[in-house]
């Protein structure tokens, strides 16, 4: 079964303009990490922000944020005030079972966003 | 500040010849993982290394291996390669599990093009 799923295969937003990503997961472990990397066309995996399954706020990051609903096992991120070169793929990972040794990442399909000037 | 270093960048092997790719992990980063990303695909894990030792296995072939070494870096092998072996091979590190995160930082990646 897919752990995480990202529902946007690609996106089109206005320069200036605000974009949600969406990300949703499955786990039945209590103790998980949420991350966000943007992959541009060079392909170099850039990490972009972390929310831990305890953390009690959002995460931000400057113009990231994640809209964390642990209930509804989402992880969306936001990206404020977009820009011409967060034209990029953007995927969606989980990490379970913290302190438990190195643990991998587990990706969604990704969201391939496209900001328009 | 420094990055995940891996080499080569590029790389280009015939069908059934062998592949050895390096990593060189953050400094003080005593995890290192190996992922492999398809064309059009998302990043697949392959191997885990903690403290010089396996730490975990993924969807990685027989036909691979791998290793970390004392200085931590790590090098992954690839033998009889195949057309599927095609991919961007990443590389990615974590500090030590005391630290605040475990954040996976990853590497550039080796795009390896088997013919």
């Known amino acids: 079964a897919q752990k995480i799923t990202q529902t946007q295969p690609g996106m089109f937003v206005q320069e200036k303009e605000a974009v949600t990503l969406d990300c949703t997961y499955d786990?039945?472990?209590?103790?998980?990490?949420l991350f966000w990397y943007k992959q541009p066309s060079s392909g170099e995996m850039i990490f972009l922000i972390y929310q831990g399954s305890y953390d009690q706020q959002n995460a931000t990051e400057g113009r990231y944020s994640l809209n964390f609903q642990k209930a509804r096992k989402s992880a969306n991120l936001v990206i404020s005030a977009s820009q011409l070169g967060d034209s990029a793929m953007y995927f969606c990972a989980m990490r379970e079972q913290a302190n438990q040794g190195a643990q991998k990442l587990v990706f969604g399909q990704g969201t391939r966003l496209t900001i328009n000037p | 500040a420094a990055g995940v270093i891996q080499s080569p960048r590029h790389l280009i092997k015939e069908k059934r010849e062998t592949a050895t790719l390096k990593c060189y992990p953050i400094?003080?980063?005593?995890?290192v993982y190996w992922y492999q990303q398809g064309p059009g695909q998302d990043p697949q894990f392959l191997i885990s290394?903690?403290?010089?030792?396996?730490?975990d296995k993924g969807s990685i072939p027989d036909r691979f291996s791998a290793q970390q070494f004392s200085d931590y870096h790590s090098e992954l092998n690839m033998s009889s390669l195949e057309l599927g072996d095609s991919a961007l091979y990443f590389c990615?590190?974590?500090?030590?599990?005391?630290?605040?995160?475990?954040?996976?930082?990853f590497g550039p990646g080796t795009r390896l093009t088997v013919l």
């Open positions: 400094p003080r980063h005593d995890t």
């Open positions: 786990t039945s472990d209590p103790s998980y990490g």
């Open positions: 290394f903690y403290e010089k030792m396996q730490s």
């Open positions: 990615a590190s974590s500090p030590p599990r005391d630290s605040f995160t475990d954040t996976q930082y």
